[in-house]
T-cell receptor
Framework: RKEVEQDPGPFNVPEGATVAFNCTYS??????FFWYRQDCRKEPKLLMS???SGNEDGRFTAQLNRASQYISLLIRDSKLSDSATYLC????????????FGAGTTVTVRA | DVKVTQSSRYLVKRTGEKVFLECVQD?????MFWYRQDPGLGLRLIYF???????EKGDIPEGYSVSREKKERFSLILESASTNQTSMYLC????????????FGSGTRLTVV
C-alpha cells in the first residue's frame, strides 16, 4: 500500500467554482502534512502546511482528519492561475525528516 | 530570497557516460535530497543526506551515487548513464524538524541517448 494516495483527477472546473479533493495516508503516526503545488514542467512549491485544527490561506483551506487518516484541500473562487498539480505530502516517519509525496491531483480551471 | 540552485536546466548525455548533477543551497539547511520525477510515477527518492559526508539510500538508489563534501552542496552522480535514467531530477533541502517542508531546485531534465 502506498504511503500517500491521491485521486489523480483531472478536476476540470470553471472560473469562480469551488473545487475540493482529498488524499489518504497509511501511517497513523505521521507527524506533519503539507500541500505542494506543481506547475507543468516546474518544481513543486510549498502551498501550505496542514495543521490539526485546519487552516486557511486566502482562497485555500486545508483540513486534517487524523481519525480517518486523510487531508483535504479546498479552493474557493477558482482562478485560471490555480491550474496545476497539487501534491499531498506527509512525513510518516518518527525518526527522520523524509517526506512522502502523493502522485498529485491535477486541477484545470477553464474560462 | 532563499534558493536551491541546480547547475543545469537541461542536459543531454550519451549512454555509458558518467554524469554529475550539482545542487547548491544558500539556506544553511542540514538536510538535502535527490528525487527523480517521471509521469505516472510521481517523485521517487534516490538519496538523501542529513549532514556533511553523510548519505543514505532512498527508494531507488541503484545506478546512482552521491557526494556531500560541504553543507551547501549535494551532488548526484550517474555512474554509467542509461536510457532508463532519462528523467526530471529534483534537488531539495530542508531544516531539521517535523514542521519543515522542502525547498526544491528548479530541476534538471536529463535525456540519455
Amino acid at each position: 500500500r502506498k504511503e500517500v494516495e491521491q485521486d489523480p483527477g483531472p478536476f476540470n472546473v470553471p472560473e469562480g467554482a469551488t473545487v475540493a479533493f482529498n488524499c489518504t495516508y497509511s501511517n497513523s503516526a505521521s507527524q506533519s502534512f503539507f500541500w505542494y503545488r506543481q506547475d507543468c514542467r516546474k518544481e513543486p512549491k510549498l502551498l501550505m502546511s496542514v495543521y490539526s485544527s485546519g487552516n486557511e490561506d486566502g482562497r485555500f483551506t486545508a483540513q486534517l482528519n487524523r481519525a480517518s487518516q486523510y487531508i483535504s484541500l479546498l479552493i474557493r473562487d477558482s482562478k485560471l492561475s490555480d491550474s496545476a498539480t497539487y501534491l499531498c505530502v506527509v512525513n510518516p516517519h518518527s525518526n527522520d525528516y523524509k517526506l512522502s509525496f502523493g502522485a498529485g491531483t491535477t486541477v484545470t480551471v477553464r474560462a | 530570497d532563499v534558493k536551491v540552485t541546480q547547475s543545469s536546466r537541461y542536459l543531454v548525455k550519451r549512454t555509458g557516460e558518467k554524469v554529475f548533477l550539482e545542487c547548491v543551497q544558500d539556506m544553511d539547511h542540514e538536510n538535502m535530497f535527490w528525487y527523480r520525477q517521471d509521469p505516472g510515477l510521481g517523485l521517487r527518492l534516490i538519496y538523501f543526506s542529513y549532514d556533511v559526508k553523510m548519505k543514505e539510500k532512498g527508494d531507488i538508489p541503484e545506478g546512482y551515487s552521491v557526494s556531500r563534501e560541504k553543507k551547501e552542496r549535494f551532488s548526484l552522480i550517474l555512474e554509467s548513464a542509461s536510457t532508463n535514467q532519462t528523467s526530471m531530477y529534483l534537488c531539495a533541502s530542508s531544516l531539521t524538524g517535523y514542521s519543515y517542508g522542502y525547498t526544491f531546485g528548479s530541476g534538471t531534465r536529463l535525456t540519455v541517448v
